[in-house]
């Protein structure tokens, strides 16, 4: 147990639509990453917030935003959802630079 | 731009062989090395987190080893066991602290 959680832990959805995830940061941890693991491959990297500002971006369209509250918590928004989405989508926490901790995961699908 | 490979992508070995799983990488301007694990349908574990200064860590059957002049690592798996059977993931750690990874080798171990 890592002390980071995800929620929800699975989600369907259909093109077009909008989702939010969520994760809940290990007490302590002022900085989270957002990954995206499609089936059979290593995770990409999204995005990162450090102390609520967005820290560094991966090869994601806009319509892939983040939030990250006081508490230190986070928010994933994917906008206009399209099928290759659909993916297992991991938070992981750190106190940066410290090693990340992951979450366990949720899986998105597109329908 | 990194670029993380793995090799093999997948490995099957009968119970209480050693084993060795490789990772490459193409930039060795890195911060870290890790190697994860990850099981079905579940997040990932971090086993072994090697800094850029060092040559090796280990942690009880596990042993990582960082070349980063040649742009290699590998992770030594002891007296394998059914157990170990999951994905193992190697992720390099830029000096934007963001995670690069492979795509992983499925291990199987066979009892």
Request: glycine content about 8%; aromatic content about 10%.
């Amino acid at each position: 147990e890592t002390g980071v959680t995800q929620s929800p832990t699975h989600l369907i959805k259909t093109r077009g639509q909008q989702v939010t995830l969520r994760c809940s940061s290990q007490s302590g941890h002022n900085t989270v990453s957002w990954y995206q693991q499609a089936l059979g491959q290593g995770p990409q990297f999204i995005f990162q917030y450090y102390r609520e500002e967005e820290n560094g971006r991966g090869n994601f369209p806009p319509r892939f935003s983040g939030l990250q509250f006081p508490n230190y918590s986070s928010e994933l928004n994917v906008n206009a959802l399209e099928l290759d989405d659909s993916a297992l989508y991991l938070c992981a926490s750190s106190l940066a630079p410290d090693t990340q901790y992951f979450g366990p995961g949720t899986r998105l699908t597109v329908l | 731009k990194q670029e993380v490979t793995q090799i093999p992508a997948a490995l099957s070995v009968p119970e209480g062989e050693n084993l060795v799983l490789n990772c490459s990488f193409t930039d060795s301007a890195i911060y870290n090395l890790q190697w994860f694990r990850q099981d079905p349908g579940k997040g990932l574990t971090s086993l072994l987190l090697i800094q850029s200064s060092q040559r090796e860590q280990t942690s009880g059957r596990l042993n990582a080893s960082l070349d980063k002049s040649s742009g290699r690592s590998t992770l030594y798996i002891a007296a394998s066991q059914p157990g170990d059977s999951a994905t193992y993931l190697c992720a390099v750690e830029d000096s934007n602290y963001q995670l690069i990874w492979g795509a992983g080798t499925k291990l199987i171990i066979k009892p």
